[in-house]
């Protein structure tokens, strides 16, 4: 068969086809438009049957239902062919079929299949067959001989029809490569979409986070800067700005060291290579500051606490963030905190000072008259007294109990030119051995368990004026180290200040011991001692002085009868001389407690002197008392110094005895002989032992 005549073979758009080639002899061209769509094709100048079907005006509608498939057919996407299964041929192929052929439309019509598909034509047969059978039939075995001998993997689908009984089947040809390539675009721009959408909603998202951002850093109460490497702004919100009186643009992009943190609060330079904001992102590290100050534009200090924290950006350094917050009026409350602290303790001291003054002041108001006597003694002793005390000189007053040394440290005191200060006395006997360092240098709170609370010392409480150490003897020997320091160098520190005081003291001691003695036994530090026997005044025992008993028992009986308001009895010369012939183991105290006793039970203006009870007859006492008693008013017989001595030892073992033993505390013999257990003690230890006779027995 020629190619004319396959051309000629006749098919479902054959009757379009036949005898219409430009239009001629068509029974729709005389007819009217049916649509426009039709008709705006009519301007196109003919050059297919398609066209020809354009420019038709007058269709009826199975006349354009069949143009509209044959523009279908053409124009379809897929390869398509019209075959006619019993010859074989293919009657039509359509503009894709052309293209996949690689050939014309013209010279694929009215040609074998076999052509096309040599050696296939078996594969060819089972598939019309099943398609013919079933209406429809699709297969991926047959294969295209193309020209360019690439393999082609192909689909052909086809759908059977039948016209004037004959068979036709339409073989829709699918390029899978095609078809495949297609499906990863649609994938692809599937994804494209997806990542474009997600991107779209990460930057709204990340526009929304900053714009957040910016909220926040515009809402903060705190300044927050940022800086780049090189130090210069890169934002500023306006709580910065307002505290340092700047716009923000003022700022942008400036040196923020140079404009805000030039000098340091004392008004030097602040070196950039010091600046903690810069080394926080040299170092990495972030730096607190708590106490610093920005300058503000009108040159003004604002106190500030800042953090300067380094940015990283993938690794790399790339500026720092500075957050800051105003802190002058915390510090100004803080200071004045401080302040009041410091004032609340200053007064605390000072009402503590008063207070202790005032104890002394009413303490000593017993020592407030003068030194009274007659005797040698007074008199030598008040010569000593207004020597020494308008010097600065250390005074170690010694002497028994009661014999007046007290006395002599106020004397000293009152004539000196510290009188307008207090004098502040220290009972070293009082003290209990682990407080000696606490009173005398004081301490600080939580310096020892039960230290409450600060505590003024002694010595810092004497500062100016004089501090008395009553009993100096019974200072322990660690703290006697500690004694000399304050001594020689005039300083001390509280216990757990590390704080170094300074005073001025003028220091009286007095004992009632040999402080050489002790010294020399090691019980007191030699040093010390010296330091403290710059001036020594010996205040002598009553039975020395006798001579001043009688203006001391006036005195006292004047004194107490005026404080207890009683008439003052008349003292008889037979009362002084009864007081002259005791031997006054307590001294004045002694005697200033049996005259009190006297004035009160005095009778009908007679005093009767309840001295302690002689002893055994023929004792020195019982000598005294009779000598006292033969001589009535007149002077008796005068007792001697070692009878005096045993009458006073043989006194004291009378009041032991009587006490049991018990020599100190309530009911003891030192209480029962009016004095000191202490110098009872000392008395004991100078005495012979009890089972040696006292003379004269
Ligand atoms: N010469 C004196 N003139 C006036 N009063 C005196 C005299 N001597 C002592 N007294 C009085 O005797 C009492 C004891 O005196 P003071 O306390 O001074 O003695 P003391 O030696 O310090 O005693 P102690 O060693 O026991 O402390 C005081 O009331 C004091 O006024």
New binding site residues.
Partial sequence: MSDGERTSHGGPFEALDAGNEGGEGCPCCAAKPVNDAVAGDKERQPSSTADHDRRDTTLNPQHLGAILLRQFFERAPNATLLIAPESGLVIQANRAASALFRRKAQTIAGRSLAEFYPEQMGIWHVFTEEALVRGHAFTRDLTLALPDGRPHRLEHMAVATEQDGEDYLLVTITDLDVQAQRSVDDEANTYHRKGLDEWRRAERYFREIEREHHLILAAAGEGIYGVNVQGETTFVNPAAATMLGYDPAELIGKDMHSVIHHHKADGTPYAVADCPIYNAFKQGTVKTVDDEVFWGKDGRSVRVEYTSTPIVDNGAMVGAVIVFRDISERKLNEERLRTALADNARLRERLEMENAYLREEIRSQ??H?????TSDA?ANLIRQIELVAPTDANVLVT?E????????AHAIHRASARSDRPLIRVNCAAIPRELFESEFFGHVRGAFTGALRDRVGRFELANGGTIFL?EVGEIPLDLQSKLLRVLQDRRFERIGEDRTREVDVRVIA?T?RDLKQESAAGRFREDLYFRLNVFPIE?LPLRERTG?IPV?AA?FLATTCARLNLPVPKLTKANVEMLRAYSWPG???EL?NVVERAAILARGGKLAFSLPETGRPGSATETATNAVDAAGDDAGSILTAAEMIALEEANIRRALEACRGKVSGPGGAAELLGM?AT?LYSRLKAMAPPSEPPPGT
């Fill in positions: 017993a020592h008259h003068n030194i009274l006597g007074v002497g109990s009661g014999t007046g040394k007290e006395l002599v009553d007095a009632n205040c001043d001391l005195e001294n004045a105290r200033q000191k110098t």
